[in-house]
């Protein structure tokens, strides 16, 4: 089916179908894209078969903005978990650009997925470190049978990815890389990147 949404047509369809104030967009015949403004840590959806990802540091025992969140939703069960993950070089847990699982604890989603971002200005490949994130996630969610995925703009904080192109990064990658996930959603927790990502699936997925 041939879509094309202008960013205006976009916006549009999202107000007048903004009774859950989710903008939707068909990926292929069997998966969804999802963009919605809130707090990832609150997402809840199947209950059985999902999972949260965290835009965690390569120690991966915690940290600020959405990480340390996402460890004080989901309680302490959450650290003791990931010192459970194997080092795979001293203070390595997931390398940038891998993912690793864990249960979700108090979390609303079953399951965490850790990935690591690049830090913009210190990754001399970030964007495919970037896409890497994203499409080692999918790939942990799908080793998983998670059906259902969420994810916050990764390395968009701390990291100092720049807003449009880590969205360009972010929706081809998923386009790319959706088999077997039934709906990726994007959490977004600032005006700011959810329109630039709005915008970005309207060109990159609106229009396929
Ligand atoms: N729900 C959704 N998005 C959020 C939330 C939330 N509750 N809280 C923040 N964000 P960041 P990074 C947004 O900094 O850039 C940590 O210290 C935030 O506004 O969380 O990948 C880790 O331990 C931004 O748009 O992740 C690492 O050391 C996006 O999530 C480092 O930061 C990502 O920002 C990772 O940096």
Redesign the pocket.
């Known amino acids: 089916v041939k879509q094309t949404f202008s960013f205006r047509q976009v916006t549009r369809a999202y107000s007048n179908m903004s009774g859950d104030g989710v903008a939707q967009f068909n990926l292929s015949p069997t998966s969804f894209l999802k963009i919605q403004k809130?707090?990832?840590?609150r997402w809840l959806i199947d209950g059985s078969s999902d999972a949260i990802v965290n835009?965690?540091?390569e120690r991966m025992l915690?940290?600020?903005?959405?990480?340390?969140?996402?460890h004080r939703a989901a309680g302490p069960e959450l650290k003791t978990a990931c010192y459970d993950v194997p080092e795979v070089r001293p203070g390595v847990r997931c390398p940038t650009g891998e993912a690793r699982i864990t249960p979700g604890f108090k979390l609303p989603a079953s399951h965490v997925i850790h990935t690591?971002?690049p830090v913009y200005d210190v990754d001399s490949n970030a964007p495919a470190s970037l896409s890497n994130a994203y499409r080692n996630s999918l790939r942990v969610a799908r080793e998983n049978n998670i059906q259902y995925v969420a994810f916050?703009?990764?390395?968009?904080?701390?990291?100092?990815?720049p807003f449009d192109e880590a969205a360009t990064v972010a929706i081809s990658t998923i386009k790319e890389h959706c088999d077997a996930i039934k709906e990726v959603h994007f959490?977004?927790?600032?005006d700011d990147?959810y329109n630039v990502w709005l915008k970005k699936a309207g060109k990159r997925v609106g229009d396929f």
């Open positions: 809130g707090d990832i840590t835009p965690a540091n915690g940290g600020g903005g959405a990480d340390g969140a996402i690591v971002g916050p703009a990764i390395s968009c904080g701390v990291y100092g990815y959490v977004l927790f600032s990147i």
